[in-house]
């Protein structure tokens, strides 16, 4: 993996109720005009499986004990009503191969566990002897979404069970995997991260496929006391809860990444979360809204997002982006620094600032990001001679490229400084 996983999700604006059609208007969009800047993995996010998502929205997000699409054993399959190419015992294989001849990736949204209505239908589990009712955990449950009973640690047929949806998945073409309810069981405060067990059934299952399968944890906040399990075991976890288009959740995310920063690496991605850019919500019964964030805002997440080397994944309608959006996504100065061969570290922060450097290991160049904290305008400068990742080479900047707005300012001395707008940013090239 050269670089964090960028792509497309479709929950910011779709919710549980994407369909075959809309999946496919993205995937399209996305080779179309965002390919060629690196994005690359289309993901149907939760309750695929649900024929009825959706259809309760006024009271539910997840309906209780739903309509769901299901093999004899067990196994969650795309509601044919909502993925009509899924006919026929077929799956997700057909719209896998839709999105591949586009030159794309495809990946999926899972529940940890086993279905309730395999355990409570004592549904046999794929090449054993034993039943869904003897691996599933009744007390190990969500408490947002209702789908699923945890799987037993030791149970003969757990480990099985996962191999045999894994295996599904990869016969389907699935390239992505995006595991809920595990990065961060909520309903154990006493023991957050109780469904360690089942990260590693899940890592077992997709190293017997053969396929590159990303596996990406979800929720968070993880917890930093793990993460040498996340990083083992995982390519991605989230460090935080569901992030939306808040400034506040914005000012939160500069406090996890200082805590996470030095765990990024080759095939292992602390993840910010999405990206809630353009036109949002339509699937959240309510009508779709543009982002809350002001320009500056976006600006300066996705600068954090790419300095710091999280995933990036975007959950607008991306049929629906304006030109501006479009192209703060598609900058590929500015896309690279998510590449493995880029290093971000924060070199200062208080209560009205942050500066981040970050460093190529292999060419020397050298980044320096500011991001302002207030409401009001305020100068910002760093001395480059103090930047601890600069200090083994010769910096030597004479000036220095701000790649949002291609504007040259010069460095006096060895001090870089400039004017930052409210909640915005600056992403500076030294030259």
């Not at 039943?131 to 945890?150: L, Q, R, V």
């Not at 400039?418 to 030294?430: I, K, Q, S, T």
């Amino acid at each position: 993996m050269k670089k964090a996983p960028m792509g497309w999700n479709s929950y910011d604006y779709y919710d549980t109720a994407v369909t075959e059609e809309q999946v496919k208007a993205n995937a399209d969009f996305m080779a179309a005009h965002m390919k060629e800047a690196g994005w690359e993995y289309i993901v149907v996010d939760i309750e695929w499986y649900a024929r009825d998502a959706g259809t309760m929205r006024d009271r539910y997000q997840y309906i209780p004990f739903g309509d769901e699409e299901i093999d004899s054993f067990g196994r969650l399959l795309p509601a044919v009503n909502r993925f009509p190419s899924a006919a026929g015992g077929k799956g997700f294989g057909p719209l896998a191969e839709y999105v591949h001849n586009l030159g794309l990736k495809f990946g999926i949204h899972i529940m940890r566990g086993i279905p309730r209505i395999a355990a409570h239908q004592h549904m046999p589990v794929y090449k054993t002897g034993v039943t869904a009712n003897e691996i599933a955990d009744p007390s190990s449950i969500c408490g947002w979404n209702p789908d699923m009973y945890g799987v037993r640690r030791d149970a003969e047929g757990a480990q099985e069970y996962y191999d045999s949806i894994i295996s599904l998945y990869a016969q389907w073409g699935v390239d992505y995997i995006k595991c809920d309810d595990i990065c961060n069981t909520n309903m154990y405060p006493h023991n957050p991260y109780a469904a360690a067990h089942e990260v590693e059934m899940l890592q077992r299952a997709i190293q017997k496929t053969g396929r590159d399968i990303v596996l990406s944890l979800s929720p968070g906040p993880a917890l930093i006391e793990k993460a040498w399990h996340y990083e083992k075991y995982a390519n991605m976890w989230r460090i935080t809860d569901d992030f939306w288009d808040s400034w506040a959740l914005l000012r939160n995310m500069f406090d996890r990444c200082e805590l996470w920063q030095t765990h990024v690496a080759e095939g292992s991605y602390p993840d910010c979360d999405m990206l809630p850019l353009g036109t949002l919500g339509k699937g959240f019964g309510k009508p779709e809204w543009t982002t809350n964030f002001t320009q500056d805002e976006q600006i300066a997440m996705m600068t954090l997002w790419c300095v710091f080397g999280s995933p990036l994944m975007v959950g607008a309608n991306l049929t629906k982006l304006d030109a501006w959006t479009l192209d703060l996504l598609t900058r590929k100065d500015v896309l690279k620094l998510v590449s493995n061969d880029y290093v971000g570290r924060q070199f200062d922060k208080n209560d009205a600032f942050a500066i981040w450097s970050c460093l190529s290991r292999t060419t020397g160049e050298k980044y320096l990001a500011f991001f302002n904290f207030l409401n009001t305008d305020q100068e910002i400068s760093c001395d480059l001679n103090e930047v601890e990742q600069f200090a083994d080479i010769q910096c030597g900047a004479e000036y220095a490229v701000e790649l949002w707005s291609g504007r040259k300012t010069s460095v006096q001395g060895s001090v870089l400084a400039d004017l930052v707008l409210p909640h915005g940013a600056r992403l500076f090239a030294l030259r």
